[in-house]
T-cell receptor, first 114, second 114 residues
Framework: DQQVKQNSPSLSVQEGRISILNCDYTNSMFDYFLWYKKYPAEGPTFLISISSIKDKNEDGRFTVFLNKSAKHLSLHIVPSQPGDSAVYFCAASDLQTGANNLFFGTGTRLTVIP | KAGVTQTPRYLIKTRGQQVTLSCSPISGHRSVSWYQQTPGQGLQFLFEYFSETQRNKGNFPGRFSGRQFSNSRSEMNVSTLELGDSALYLC?????????????FGPGTRLTVL
């Protein structure tokens, strides 16, 4: 049972435009959410996170939005750059289950077209 | 600081065999988590070790086991391999895992079961 879902397996965006990656979750106990980026032949790299007590967190070109009532989060990348082309995973966890027990989505492959 | 290292990077085994994978965390990190990545299921949590003790476990059969040594290095063992065990096995380390510390992933071990 996939508790974290990324329904778009791929996304293509023009360089300079906004990339929006979406993620839905089913477990209302999740209280911490993360985005990871993965290049081929490398492990996932942490990008940005958000606690359930917030609804937005920004870090440079990356912003994560959390809508708890809809059990939905999104990652905005503005402006998108060719180097952003990678697979993006959203992940969630809750302290009760274990802070390091991350539930991952299946990933969205972002392609930024120069 | 050196990153998380995993050995071997690639492995080919046949059904029924057993395999041991190794993970060396970042120096000073005491928590090591293991994940299985397959195309259909994405990344799934296997287990977490902290101070040589298994602190958390995912929904995998008992054929999957692990251990952690006093220097925080961890090994994962899969016995009686099945074709479905073919996957990328990732380990991640974090400082303590008490709260939401960032997890740093290694490059993974690609296991192919024939």
């Amino acid at each position: 049972d996939q508790q974290v879902k990324q329904n778009s397996p791929s996304l293509s965006v023009q360089e300079g435009r906004i990339s929006i990656l979406n993620c839905d979750y089913t477990n209302s106990m999740f209280d911490y959410f993360l985005w990871y980026k993965k290049y081929p032949a490398e492990g996932p790299t942490f990008l940005i996170s958000i606690s359930s007590i917030k609804d937005k967190n920004e870090d440079g070109r990356f912003t994560v939005f959390l809508n708890k009532s809809a059990k939905h989060l999104s990652l905005h990348i503005v402006p998108s750059q060719p180097g952003d082309s990678a697979v993006y995973f959203c992940a969630a966890s809750d302290l009760q289950t274990g802070a390091n027990n991350l539930f991952f989505g299946t990933g969205t492959r972002l392609t930024v077209i120069p | 600081k050196a990153g998380v290292t995993q050995t071997p990077r690639y492995l080919i085994k046949t059904r029924g065999q057993q395999v041991t994978l190794s993970c060396s965390p970042i120096s000073g990190h005491r928590s090591v988590s293991w994940y299985q990545q397959t195309p259909g299921q994405g990344l799934q949590f296997l287990f977490e070790y902290f101070s040589e003790t298994q602190r958390n476990k995912g929904n995998f059969p008992g054929r999957f086991s692990g251990r952690q040594f006093s220097n925080s290095r961890s090994e994962m063992n899969v016995s009686t391999l099945e074709l479905g065990d073919s996957a990328l096995y990732l380990c991640a380390s974090s400082e303590s895992g008490q709260l939401y510390n960032e997890q740093f992933f290694g490059p993974g071990t690609r296991l192919t079961v024939l």
